[in-house]
C-alpha cells in the first residue's frame, strides 16, 4: 500500500470553485484513481474516476461541475469542482488502485487512501 495526500481543500461560498490535488506515489503503475467524499454520519461516496487511458466516470449530482484529470509528470490528480454547492462539503478523499478499477461501492477493494482534505461550502 502507499499513503496518498490530498491538498487544496477550504471554504468557499456557494457558486465558487476549488481545486483539490493528490500526490500518487508510483501513479504511473496506478491502473485507477478517483476521489470520494464523507459527511459525517454518512458513508463514502464515489465522486469522479479516472484510469490509465484517462476514461472517466462521473458521479450523477457532479456532473457537469467537477473534472477531474491526472499529470503522470507530477504524479498528481486533480479535482476541479466548479459551481459549488452547500450540499458538496464534505471531507475529499483520494483514491488509487494499481490494477484494476473497483466499484465505488468496494471501497476496500481501493486499498490506498489519502487522509482526507475538508471542503466546506457557505451559502
Known amino acids: 500500500q502507499v499513503q496518498l495526500l490530498e491538498s487544496g481543500g477550504g471554504s468557499v461560498q456557494a457558486g465558487g470553485s476549488l481545486r483539490l490535488s493528490c500526490k500518487v506515489p508510483?501513479?504511473?503503475?496506478?491502473?485507477?484513481m478517483a476521489w470520494f467524499r464523507q459527511v459525517p454520519g454518512k458513508e463514502r461516496e464515489g465522486v469522479a474516476a479516472?484510469?490509465?487511458?484517462?476514461?472517466?466516470t462521473y458521479a450523477d449530482s457532479v456532473k457537469g461541475r467537477f473534472i477531474i484529470s491526472l499529470e503522470y509528470a507530477e504524479n498528481t490528480l486533480y479535482l476541479q469542482m466548479n459551481a459549488l454547492k452547500p450540499e458538496d462539503t464534505a471531507m475529499y478523499y483520494c483514491?488509487?488502485?494499481?490494477?484494476?478499477?473497483?466499484?465505488?461501492?468496494?471501497?476496500?477493494?481501493?486499498?490506498?487512501w489519502g487522509q482526507g482534505t475538508q471542503v466546506t461550502v457557505s451559502s
Open positions: 483514491a488509487a488502485n494499481f490494477a484494476r478499477c473497483p466499484s465505488s461501492d468496494d471501497l476496500e477493494s481501493w486499498g490506498n
Open positions: 508510483g501513479m504511473s503503475y496506478s491502473y485507477c
Open positions: 479516472i484510469d490509465s487511458q484517462r476514461t472517466t
